[in-house]
């Protein structure tokens, strides 16, 4: 969650003209000049040039800031780079890092080749940042922050959180509304009427047949429907960053100008080809690979519940935060009338991921009361006879483990422990007790995941709920490793390549497999039976009107 947000508050920065603030803009700057000089080797032209069309790489909305930008910084930036071609010591001398700063990514020895001007047509001047593109700026932060900050859709028009468009928190999150101007039509809907006359539930279901029996009733009646739901942190969300923004060739295909904003709308996020509620089959070069997912799986057992699915999960998700989540997100009056939630509650490492060092880290007892709090609370809003499984926390050593010695995308020679150290540095880690090299920070950070494990665990075998049952599932992180090792796949293919901590596309198919086959082994009582009418529902209703 830091680092999507220094992204978005690098260019805010741009609007305010105030001093670069230590932990949020200089690694993004560095990250940049690296960039921009990557794009001159690649393409054998000077900085210059470079900087001529850098704004023409970035999307509308951001042009007009990114030449306001160049301006101010540029001169500055050549002057530079005729006796330094360093990214760190760049960022510092041109003031978009501390002087002082002792946070740096690329090896001391690193070497550039690219054509340098010896003079430069860029005026160094203090240049301030027009009204126009400022208001143009703020607008999108506007929305941006409401989102990140409220996790419901933006466009909802009926209030009752589920939006007919797909980005912003919309229907790549939660089933498309089908009447968005009617708060008693949504996704996971009892239906009404048998839905004779309309669709209240969105599930492509509604009408009478030839014999006036009312679809609903005739193909989903009886046949235990459920909503899919996932909360979580952002593995659920399944938070993922294309690795071709950090590719100088593709800036020229316009990767960023087609997929920055959207990028930023949805958070970083891709809950659309997750493993929990992943439902959109349709390939795309910025997520790579197949979508496999338990609400496809729910779906496949039963398509009356098309479109039945609700992602809360949120990048940085803590036991201390899921109260307010669930608070927020849920709304009482609508769970009661949807059938029973299928749900899966995972909390895979924030508790130790957004603190910064041990000292902050809750204790097992404070995480037990986090959780039980938030589940009395989730027991109040979901209708009976619902489940809810409690997944264990992920072992956070892996990713270090597999990946410290190997090249990050960004090139260059930085490894991902070189990478893990600066980000940690700068304050913006995905984990910092986690990804560092810092053995004896990790290793206690480890043991004390193991206890709120086991925390969970014992919440499922003591606590009481009225509406749902809580069971505990290990999640399958060791199978997914074995998995990949029987297939010839090389371990680092678990973990995204611009991070080094979430989980990839490949990995999202799998865990989907995995932790479906682990409930239909454990609980299979709470595995709902499989609809005898999904051929007649298909062959009548076809794709249900889709998502």
Not at 124 to 151: A, C, G, P
Request: aromatic share 10%; with cysteine.
């Amino acid at each position: 969650m830091k680092f999507i947000i220094a992204f978005i508050f690098l260019f805010s920065l741009l609007l305010i003209d105030q001093p670069v603030e230590p932990g949020m803009a200089c690694p993004l700057s560095t990250f940049a000049i690296s960039l921009i000089i990557d794009v001159a080797e690649y393409e054998s032209i000077s900085v210059e040039q470079v900087l001529d069309k850098l704004c023409s790489y970035l999307p509308s909305e951001m042009s007009l800031v990114c030449e306001e930008y160049i301006n101010k910084y540029a001169e500055l930036l050549i002057e530079e780079l005729k006796t330094d071609d360093h990214p760190d010591s760049l960022a510092r001398k041109i003031g978009l890092c501390p002087m002082d700063s002792q946070c740096t990514l690329f090896p001391s020895d690193k070497k550039m080749n690219f054509k340098k001007n010896s003079k430069s047509r860029y005026s160094n001047k203090d240049t301030k940042v027009s009204q126009n593109s400022k208001s143009v700026w703020e607008s999108i932060l506007d929305e941006l922050k409401k989102i990140y900050e409220k996790h419901d859709p933006i466009v909802d028009l009926d209030g009752d959180h589920f939006s007919d468009t797909r980005k912003l928190r919309g229907s790549n999150w939660r089933g498309k509304d089908c009447d968005d101007l009617n708060r008693s039509t949504f996704p996971g809907k009892v239906p009404n009427s048998g839905d004779k006359f309309f669709d209240s539930n969105c599930n492509g279901i509604h009408g009478r047949d030839e014999n006036k029996i009312n679809y609903e009733d005739k193909f989903c009646k009886g046949t235990q429907p459920m909503t899919t739901m996932v909360i979580g942190d952002s593995i659920g969300a399944h938070f993922h960053i294309p690795v071709q923004f950090l590719q100088a060739d593709q800036l020229s295909n316009g990767v960023l100008k087609d997929n920055l904003i959207e990028l930023l709308e949805m958070e970083g996020d891709w809950p659309q080809k997750s493993w929990a509620t992943g439902f959109d089959l349709t390939p795309n070069d910025m997520c790579e690979g197949d979508v496999n997912s338990i609400y496809l799986k729910m779906l496949e057992r039963n398509q009356c519940n098309h479109r039945n699915y609700v992602n809360i999960a949120v990048n940085g998700m803590s036991s201390a935060g899921v109260y307010d989540l669930l608070k927020s997100s849920l709304i009482e009056s609508i769970q009661k009338e949807s059938y029973p939630v299928f749900g899966i509650l995972q909390l895979f490492g924030d508790d130790i991921c957004i603190a910064d060092n041990i000292t902050q880290l809750p204790t097992p007892q404070q995480f037990r009361e986090n959780m039980v709090k938030a589940l009395h609370k989730l027991d109040s809003l979901v209708a009976p006879g619902s489940v809810f499984f409690l997944m264990s926390l992920l072992d956070g050593t892996r990713p270090y483990n597999v990946l410290h010695d190997k090249i990050h995308p960004i090139g260059h020679g930085v490894t991902y422990a070189d990478f893990y150290e600066y980000m940690k540095c700068t304050q913006i880690s995905f984990c910092s007790l986690f990804l560092t090299t810092n053995i004896t920070e990790m290793l206690y950070a480890e043991k004390l995941a193991l206890k709120y494990t086991q925390q969970l665990k014992d919440i499922t075998e003591t606590e009481k709920f009225v509406n749902f049952d809580a069971k505990f599932l290990e999640t399958p992180q060791k199978e997914l490793d074995e998995l990949f090792i029987a297939n010839g796949w090389d371990l680092t293919l678990i973990y995204e390549p611009v991070g080094g901590f979430h989980p990839t596309q490949l990995s999202n198919y799998w865990m989907a497999e995995l932790i479906w086959k682990r409930i239909v082994t454990l609980y299979p009582e709470f595995v709902p039976p499989i609809n005898p009418h999904n051929k007649e529902i298909i062959q009548k209703f076809g794709d249900q009107g889709g998502y």
